[in-house]
Nanobody, 124 residues
Framework: QVQLVESGGGLVQAGGSLRLSCAVS????????MGWFRQVLGKEREFVAG????????TYADSVRGRFTVSRDNAKNTVFLQMNSLKPEDTAVYYC?????????????????WGQGTQVTVSS
């Protein structure tokens, strides 16, 4: 079983930045594709970003491309989401996800493992 623990969420003003981290245990980290989703209460979970096993392959939702950067440190079993130029519409619970196969899957059902989520609130 894979355990994912997110941290780094909080309250920030529009235009500000936050860096989310996700610590992974329970499986060889370099064998896992990693990603981030977000969810607003009452709405479906939305794909944010994905990253491949070595970190060279990345993909982003159109709504965050150019503002968010996903990265991973395989030596520390951690994946990151650097969020810059934040907007109020980025407010959501952000989830770290992991899967053994695809790193660019955009459907929530394609990801096997989920963290508990961390709240990000962007004030206007």
């Amino acid at each position: 079983q894979v355990q994912l623990v997110e941290s780094g969420g909080g309250l920030v003003q529009a235009g500000g930045s936050l860096r989310l981290s996700c610590a992974v245990s329970g499986r060889t980290f370099s064998s896992l594709a990693m990603g981030w989703f977000r969810q607003v209460l009452g709405k479906e979970r939305e794909f944010v970003a994905g990253i491949g096993w070595s970190g060279t392959g990345t993909t982003y939702a159109d709504s965050v491309r150019g503002r968010f950067t996903v990265s991973r440190d395989n030596a520390k079993n951690t994946v990151f989401l650097q969020m810059n130029s934040l907007k109020p519409e980025d407010t959501a619970v952000y989830y770290c996800v992991a899967d053994g196969t695809r790193w660019n899957a955009r459907g929530a059902a394609s990801w096997d493992f989920w963290g508990q989520g961390t709240q990000v609130t962007v004030s206007s």
